[in-house]
């Protein structure tokens, strides 16, 4: 166990960083930060925040000599990087940051634990492209293979005409057919040190231009019923890896079951209605799993929840939501620049009225 009073070490700097930072706060941790130089809104919140290029291996060592573990708020953290602290202390292992990073990799990893994606290809050229559209079929989505986000990275396909629009980027690619689905959910989970596994109720989410708007409960019938085949993939998936903390994995609600869309080895965005919603908030929990203290009780604690975030311009009058009667809670992230297509806070709204 890290006891209460540790320092807890967070790769990244953005608002989930500074979510679990807060939570950290609340246990009695102090939190270090290490991320380049940006709009490193966790730093606001932290005890103290190395603000370094991921490759300075002198400022990473200094950053781990003040830790006692170390955690991370986003997938994208280079592995060279996460490589440079003492296996000991990291929670999750990095083994997941490894699959996440590359759609591929995780895509065939799911498959082998009898998961469902999409149907895909690998393309590492034109030729391949046009070869995985001739074979997939369009609509489609052309992807990158590493770094992509929130519908960055990807292009898509409307028939097999408009292919030959879409230009090759030059880097590996994943071509993805369309699924034909009902609605979109996600499985969150925290798994413990000795390996207990707890679920949040799964909520259905809603994207607008690739990337979430509002995420939902209860969800529909559709979702319910295909929740425990895609908890079942999400155990394996935890197990497989040995995790330690929060873990998400995306998926479509179909006619034929759940297919599997997306995972994500951290705290994730369609988990922020927990904070209010839930008897313990993702960010809590994950704190927790890494620290070695029980799991607390994952039940949702009101009849309706919505979480709604809030995008670019709309954070500036953002604050009206606090005129609102029932119960919405607002949250900002001290965010710079609203800019267009940019996450700046969130809404709760929780309600147990009937439905």
């Known amino acids: 166990m890290i006891p209460p009073g540790s320092t807890i070490g967070v790769l990244g700097g953005g608002q989930l960083g500074r979510m679990l930072a807060m939570a950290a706060a609340q246990l009695g941790y102090r939190v270090t930060g290490y991320a380049p130089p940006g709009d490193n809104v966790m730093a606001d919140v932290c005890h103290d925040f190395f603000e370094k290029g991921w490759g300075d291996k002198v400022a990473l060592a200094a950053f781990a000599s003040k830790c006692d573990v170390v955690t991370w ?16 202390m990291l929670a999750p292992h990095p083994r997941a940051l490894g699959i996440a990073q ?35 079929g369009a609509p489609g989505i052309l992807k990158t293979a590493r770094d992509g986000y929130d519908g960055k990275g990807q292009w898509r396909v409307a028939s097999v005409r408009d292919a030959d629009s879409v230009r090759f980027p030059g880097n590996a690619c994943v071509y993805e057919g369309f699924v034909t689905f009902e609605a979109e959910f996600s499985v969150i989970l925290v798994r413990s040190h000795d390996g207990e596994v707890l679920f949040w109720d799964s909520s259905e989410n809603v994207h607008e231009d690739g990337m979430l708007a509002t995420s939902t409960l209860p969800a529909s019938e559709t979702i ?19 995790y330690v903390g929060v873990l998400t994995l995306e998926f479509f609600a179909t006619k034929d079951g759940p297919v599997f869309n997306e995972m994500a080895p951290r705290v994730h965005n369609s988990g922020h209605w927990t904070i209010e919603g839930a008897a313990t908030s993702q960010f809590e929990n994950h704190i927790r799993a890494v620290c070695g203290l029980p799991l607390g009780s994952t039940e949702t604690r009101f009849a309706q929840v919505e979480m709604r975030n809030i995008v670019g311009e709309d954070a500036l009058t953002a604050h009206t939501i606090l005129a609102e009667d029932g119960e919405a809670h607002l949250h900002l992230y001290g965010k710079k620049e609203a800019r267009g297509g940019r996450k700046m806070g969130h809404v709760t709204r929780v309600s147990n009225a009937a439905a």
């Not at 997938?75 to 000991?88: C, K």
């Not at 319910?224 to 040995?242: H, P, S, T």
């Open 102 to 136: 590359d759609r591929l990799k995780e895509k065939r990893f799911v498959e082998e634990l009898g998961g469902r994606p999409a149907p895909y290809a690998s393309v590492g050229s034109d030729q391949e492209f046009a070869a995985a559209v001739e074979r997939i």
């Open 224 to 242: 319910a019923a295909q929740v425990d085949a895609a908890r079942g993939i999400a155990r394996k998936v935890a197990e497989a890896l040995q």
């Open 73 to 88: 708020e986003f997938e994208n953290v280079p592995l060279s990087a996460v490589e440079m602290i003492p296996p000991h």
